[in-house]
């Protein structure tokens, strides 16, 4: 029997594939990241019309400063733009942020932006949406375990956990990344450590409600079983059981 809930409760996403989608038409590669946040909002109201309660994307990660230059200073004027025009209404439709990542290094401007959409939608409780901008795996593990040597804490799993910078959610149940790439790219290497992954051939501005719900459904498909066997999880008695 399936040990899957019907629906995952929270859902991580590397939103891959928006340079690729603008090539392909022949438009510069911020043509694709701004067609990438209408694809972010249509997912954003999908997860939480799904009742699924945590989404977490990975929006700008730390080793995206190395891309052309042209294109990193555009997605800092997306994000400027989109902190102003997004925020009011995730706010009103119940989303609440947080985001994730360095943020030294960023223009003052973003900085407050990032800070001030946080403490708007401080309230809402429809659905937590965590955005990973200027994140890295290997970034959050290095951070949590320099905090706890700071404090003279013991590193533990425990500790250690506790410290990540997404320990104010469960742990990650559904894993998706689009663009037909397979590999996590540093995002979420501790909290994925028994997440479903699944990934997607459609480039970021294809995935719709449909391809969200062709994930849910291989998830459902998926045995978790957390090092366990299957005659462990199943909700079924064990032969003992019955003989007994």
């Not at 119940?94 to 973003?110: A, M, P």
């Not at 998926?222 to 909700?235: H, I, K, L």
Request: aromatic residues 8%; contains cysteine.
């Amino acid at each position: 029997m399936n040990n899957a809930p019907a629906i995952p409760h929270h859902v991580a996403i590397v939103m891959d594939g928006n340079g690729r989608w603008a090539t392909r038409r022949f438009l510069p590669r911020v043509a694709g990241h701004k067609q990438g946040i209408e694809s972010l909002r249509r997912c954003v109201k999908a997860c939480a019309d799904r009742r699924i309660g945590v989404l977490t994307v990975f929006a700008f990660s730390s080793e995206n400063w190395n891309r052309p230059i042209e294109e990193v200073s555009g997605l800092m004027e997306l994000m400027a733009l989109a902190l102003g025009r997004e925020v009011p209404k995730l706010s009103r439709d119940g989303v609440r942020l947080h985001f994730i990542g360095e943020r030294r290094g960023l223009s003052d401007k973003i900085a407050k932006g990032l800070a001030d959409a946080e403490a708007a939608t401080a309230h809402n409780t429809r659905l937590q949406l965590n955005v990973c901008f200027n994140y890295g795996g290997r970034w959050d593990i290095a951070r949590a375990a320099a905090q706890l040597a700071e404090r003279g804490e013991a590193i533990t799993e425990l500790s250690l956990d506790r410290a990540m910078a997404l320990s104010h959610v469960p742990d990650p149940d559904l894993f998706i990344r689009t663009g037909g790439e397979q590999r996590l790219s540093n995002f979420l290497l501790w909290q994925s450590a028994y997440a479903e992954l699944y990934f997607s051939d459609r480039l970021w501005p294809e995935f719709d409600e449909a391809a969200l719900d062709e994930a849910i459904a291989a998830y459902q498909g998926r045995e978790r079983r957390f090092g366990q066997t299957s005659a462990q999880v199943t909700d079924l008695p064990s032969p003992a059981r019955q003989s007994a």
